[in-house]
């Protein structure tokens, strides 16, 4: 069996999924190399070397893998401050070693702005109206303020504030969500403003669907659709956070959708990366996951809602479980330029995370239901250990934001641990994942029970279904 050295660098659950699919090949004997942000219980258990670098800076990930150089075929990375700071160029300057990655000058990721000139120039029709602001080109408040009010007459009032770039101000901001006057948007809108430019966009309303790619540079394959759960707690009430989980049905296209709108999004896909390419001239700067869409469907058709350059968390977990083909090769495809049809099994599957009381501001909205003696406490995963050793195929545990002191799993301040379960159906696949998650005890860890739930798929669809009746 041929002997292959990967460097993938992780940052959570995502990339033990990565992990686990890497590992899983048939074809190769897989050397792990990890850069790693902590002592991840499930890399620290699979990597030849684990190297931790807390803040995963590109100067010393560059420098693990130069040391390395003679045992690595390629590195895989999954979190977006690598990639958006250029880690592939620097590793591809410095050594000999593929990335699979975006190059920096096309991890778009990094700037709202250059996304929506981006999609203006290639899916004028799927790019919501927008406005931005810079300010350079303004003396005081009142003349931006003058601006924004102005814009907001023409959006009436239905807005989303976007900063260009992640800033020590309040971020996104939603109408309806974040805000509900024009007086609040305004403050949300100068607490990013006093950092850099501003997006003022068009609120979309429908149904989300996440759709990722993976590429050569040259060709893309289109991955199976996904629905991700952004809001803290059940009933999609609280703060948007990273995501509490995601599904995917046992076809490619989600439930609330049809395959003609499966179809439109790989068409609209196709469209944008072919245009892109062509106005790169490089076949292999779009390598990896340089397309995980954000797609809003809508009354008017599919909208975009933003891209990013690198695999989804959580959605890229509810897919790679279920690709049948050996996963090296087909990294080796994207490397090599030779990426074909990727075959996946008939299967739905549901990803619950369980996460910190810190998390998703539910230690303020909850406290009579948190045990103070425990929230400090150990993590145990041994049952779900237990159940994936039993079922494998069935459930998959993916440690994420957790390290390992003293022997003992402590959960960090992020989404500490992700379960996906795997079914027949989308309600099989949701009871894997919550008998899993209810089988990890310590922490005060906490987790959403609504996930895929049948009511709300049933809205999704329902919600669908009205908008096309008003289309």
């Given at each position: 069996?041929?002997k292959?050295?990967i460097?993938?660098?992780?940052y959570?659950?995502r990339?033990?999924a990565?992990?686990d699919?890497?590992?899983?090949s048939?074809n190769?004997?897989v050397k792990?190399?990890i850069?790693d942000?902590?002592?991840n219980?499930?890399n620290e258990?699979l990597?030849?070397?684990h190297?931790i670098i807390?803040?995963?800076n590109?100067k010393d990930?560059?420098?693990?893998?130069k040391?390395n150089?003679n045992?690595?075929?390629?590195?895989?990375?999954?979190p977006?401050?690598?990639i958006i700071?250029g880690?592939r160029?620097?590793?591809?300057q410095?050594t000999?070693?593929?990335?699979?990655?975006?190059?920096k000058d096309?991890?778009?990721?990094?700037?709202?702005i250059?996304q929506?000139?981006?999609f203006?120039e290639f899916?004028p029709?799927s790019?919501p109206?927008?406005m931005?602001f810079n300010p350079?080109?303004y003396?005081?408040k009142e003349a931006v303020?003058k601006d924004?009010?102005?814009?907001?007459?023409q959006?009436d009032?239905?807005?989303?504030?976007k900063p260009?770039?992640?800033?020590a101000?309040k971020g996104v901001?939603?109408?309806?969500?974040?805000?509900?006057t024009?007086?609040?948007?305004?403050d949300?809108?100068?607490?990013n403003?006093?950092?850099g430019?501003?997006?003022?966009?068009e609120?979309i309303?429908g149904?989300?669907?996440s759709?990722q790619?993976?590429?050569?540079?040259?060709?893309i394959i289109?991955?199976?659709?996904v629905?991700d759960?952004k809001?803290?707690?059940?009933g999609d009430?609280g703060p948007?956070?990273g995501?509490m989980?995601?599904?995917k049905d046992?076809?490619?296209h989600l439930?609330?959708?049809t395959?003609?709108?499966?179809?439109?999004?790989?068409?609209?896909?196709c469209?944008i990366?072919?245009?892109?390419k062509?106005?790169?001239?490089?076949n292999?700067?779009?390598?990896g996951?340089?397309?995980?869409?954000a797609?809003?469907?809508?009354k008017?058709g599919?909208?975009?809602l933003?891209?990013n350059?690198?695999p989804?968390?959580?959605?890229?977990m509810n897919?790679?479980p279920?690709?049948k083909d050996?996963?090296?090769d087909?990294?080796?495809?994207m490397?090599n330029q030779?990426?074909?049809?990727?075959?996946f099994?008939?299967?739905a599957?549901?990803?619950t995370?369980?996460?910190?009381?810190?998390?998703g501001g539910?230690i303020k909205?909850?406290?009579?239901?948190?045990n103070?003696k425990?929230?400090n406490?150990p993590?145990d995963?041994?049952?779900?250990?237990?159940?994936?050793e039993?079922?494998h195929?069935?459930?998959r545990?993916?440690?994420?934001?957790?390290e390992?002191?003293?022997?003992?799993?402590?959960?960090l301040?992020?989404r500490?641990v992700?379960?996906?379960?795997?079914?027949?159906?989308?309600?099989?696949?949701?009871?894997?994942?919550?008998?899993g998650i209810?089988?990890?005890?310590?922490?005060a860890l906490?987790?959403?029970?609504?996930?895929?739930?049948?009511e709300?798929i049933?809205?999704?669809i329902d919600?669908?279904?009205?908008l096309?009746?008003?289309?």
């Amino acid at each position: 069996m041929e002997k292959v050295g990967i460097l993938v660098v992780s940052y959570g659950s995502r990339e033990s999924a990565i992990i686990d699919a890497l590992k899983r090949s048939e074809n190769y004997l897989v050397k792990l190399y990890i850069a790693d942000r902590q002592r991840n219980p499930f890399n620290e258990k699979l990597a030849f070397k684990h190297a931790i670098i807390p803040d995963l800076n590109s100067k010393d990930i560059c420098k693990f893998a130069k040391t390395n150089e003679n045992e690595l075929d390629f590195v895989f990375v999954g979190p977006e401050k690598p990639i958006i700071e250029g880690l592939r160029d620097l590793i591809e300057q410095r050594t000999n070693i593929p990335v699979l990655s975006p190059t920096k000058d096309n991890a778009i990721e990094g700037s709202k702005i250059e996304q929506r000139m981006l999609f203006k120039e290639f899916a004028p029709e799927s790019n919501p109206r927008f406005m931005i602001f810079n300010p350079k080109d303004y003396m005081n408040k009142e003349a931006v303020k003058k601006d924004v009010y102005s814009w907001l007459d023409q959006l009436d009032n239905q807005a989303v504030v976007k900063p260009d770039k992640p800033t020590a101000g309040k971020g996104v901001g939603v109408w309806g969500d974040h805000f509900f006057t024009r007086e609040q948007l305004f403050d949300h809108f100068l607490s990013n403003f006093q950092y850099g430019s501003v997006l003022i966009e068009e609120k979309i309303d429908g149904e989300e669907s996440s759709f990722q790619i993976f590429s050569d540079g040259k060709h893309i394959i289109p991955l199976p659709s996904v629905r991700d759960y952004k809001r803290a707690f059940n009933g999609d009430k609280g703060p948007n956070t990273g995501g509490m989980g995601s599904y995917k049905d046992i076809s490619d296209h989600l439930p609330f959708l049809t395959s003609k709108d499966r179809d439109n999004e790989i068409s609209l896909a196709c469209r944008i990366f072919n245009k892109w390419k062509e106005k790169i001239g490089d076949n292999s700067a779009l390598r990896g996951v340089p397309l995980y869409l954000a797609f809003m469907h809508s009354k008017h058709g599919i909208k975009i809602l933003e891209n990013n350059s690198r695999p989804g968390d959580p959605e890229i977990m509810n897919i790679l479980p279920l690709i049948k083909d050996d996963f090296v090769d087909i990294c080796f495809g994207m490397i090599n330029q030779t990426l074909k049809n990727i075959r996946f099994k008939k299967a739905a599957s549901v990803l619950t995370y369980k996460v910190p009381p810190n998390y998703g501001g539910y230690i303020k909205t909850f406290p009579e239901l948190v045990n103070k003696k425990t929230i400090n406490g150990p993590i145990d995963l041994s049952k779900v250990n237990s159940l994936m050793e039993k079922n494998h195929n069935r459930i998959r545990v993916y440690p994420g934001s957790m390290e390992i002191r003293d022997s003992e799993i402590f959960a960090l301040r992020s989404r500490a641990v992700a379960v996906l379960g795997i079914g027949n159906t989308i309600e099989e696949a949701r009871q894997i994942s919550l008998e899993g998650i209810n089988a990890i005890n310590g922490g005060a860890l906490w987790n959403r029970i609504d996930i895929a739930s049948k009511e709300h798929i049933q809205k999704s669809i329902d919600r669908m279904n009205l908008l096309r009746s008003n289309a």
